[in-house]
């Protein structure tokens, strides 16, 4: 049995050695940054079915962050939807017959989670301003300051872990079961992957927009949602 | 038999933290999800607060036997005394 850890190596650019999760990660971008051009490209006032869809997303996800932080999503909608639709597409490439998906991979979770540890103190920073957003390591008291520094690392390490072992779990009991009992066995199993899936990439998206939110603050006004708005 | 000593209780020891590093987290989703049902049927109209506050602590709770899954795997395929 394959250890989880380990890639293989499909090619060499240069001295850089390319491994599998780095392929499939290239085309899940490379597909979803072309659907978002041709359907971000002809927009109109009476929306196509396509463009029906892709507003609904857009409206649900503001929602979703609207209610968590408190602020206007405007901000934080590119990061948190693309973390969320990527690591979606990522989590369902087990569909697709000999493909593992990349968060099955400790490389990619890790990836994902330092683009979230960046964004936590960029926007904290920006919300905040530098010397408020240091104010609040020092909350309630100077005594919680160690506390307060080791949160950041571990919060950070535990969304890598939390990601790479439900996919990486997925994956393989899928393999056991399959080289146990034989063809169509794992499918009920698959089809949970397919809800674990969703289930990890909401939970990703969410963690992400509660720490940033939680770094950034609450802003003064509580802005409108939709439907208050209309 | 073959392997030596310490594959057998890495083995061994894999198996027996996956096992009982569930128990925890089990019983801890469990009562979280009861909590919820309840309030959600006490207070209909506040389902989608609580269905989302639920699922990012169940992610919370899951995260402790995901570690000893780690663990395990870690032990059983990045032994550094084997």
Redesign the interface.
Known sequence: MQ????HVVLFHVGPVPISEPVVVTWLIMAGLGLFAFLSARKLAILPSRTQTVLELFVTVLDD?IR??MRRDPAPFRPLIGTLLLFVLFANWMSLIPGIEPPTAHIETDAALALWVFVATIAFGISGRGLRGYLDTFVEPSWVMMPLNLIEQITRTF?LI??L???VM?GVFVVGIVLSLAGLFVPIPLMALELLTGA??A??FA??AT?FIGAAAGESEEIPLTAKESE | MEGNLVEIVSVLSAAIAVSFGAIGPALGEGRAVAAAMDAIARQPEAAG?LS?TL??GL?MI??MA??T??IA?LV???NPFV
């Open positions: 250890s989880p850890l380990e979703q209610e968590t535990s872990i939390r790479f072992g439900n779990s289930v990890q909401y939970i969410i963690l509660v | 607060t989302r699922f990012v992610a899951e995260t995901i570690y899954l780690v795997l059983l395929f990045a």
